[in-house]
């Protein structure tokens, strides 16, 4: 079964970073892609930064380049998500998902999702 079950999230003020974690289960880790996404109140579900860990592609969403990093470890199945320099605009609950076809970082590309982890951002 696959599961993914990212932590990391909580409250920050503004200009504070965060790291956030994805760890992967039931599949291998090599074969599928795997995206954070991120979902504010009231708005569509949005790509953040997606990687793909056989052959370390990347992909960010144009507003996240510069400030975000998206890195795997192998070993440990897990997907990292570096936020730096947060605003109160990045609030949302980020997920990460996994799908063994997908090429960039397309939301209906990813089949398999995570519960999601808060960020919260303040002034």
């Known amino acids: 079964e696959v599961q993914l079950v990212e932590s990391g999230g909580g409250l920050v003020q503004a200009g504070g970073s965060l790291r956030l974690s994805c760890a992967a289960f039931?599949?291998?880790?090599?074969?599928?892609?795997i995206g954070w996404f991120r979902q504010a109140p009231g708005k569509e579900r949005e790509g953040v930064a997606c990687i793909n860990p056989s052959d370390g592609s990347i992909y960010y969403a144009d507003s996240m380049k510069g400030r975000f990093a998206i890195s795997s470890d192998n070993a440990k199945n897990t997907v990292y998500l570096q936020m730096n320099s947060l605003k109160p605009s990045n609030t949302a609950v980020y997920l990460c998902?996994?799908?063994?076809?997908?090429?960039?970082?397309?939301?209906?590309?990813?089949?398999?999702w995570g519960q999601g982890t808060q960020v919260t951002v303040s002034v």
């Open positions: 998902a996994a799908d063994k076809l997908a090429l960039g970082c397309g939301l209906y590309e990813y089949e398999y």
């Open positions: 039931g599949f291998t880790f090599d074969d599928y892609a």
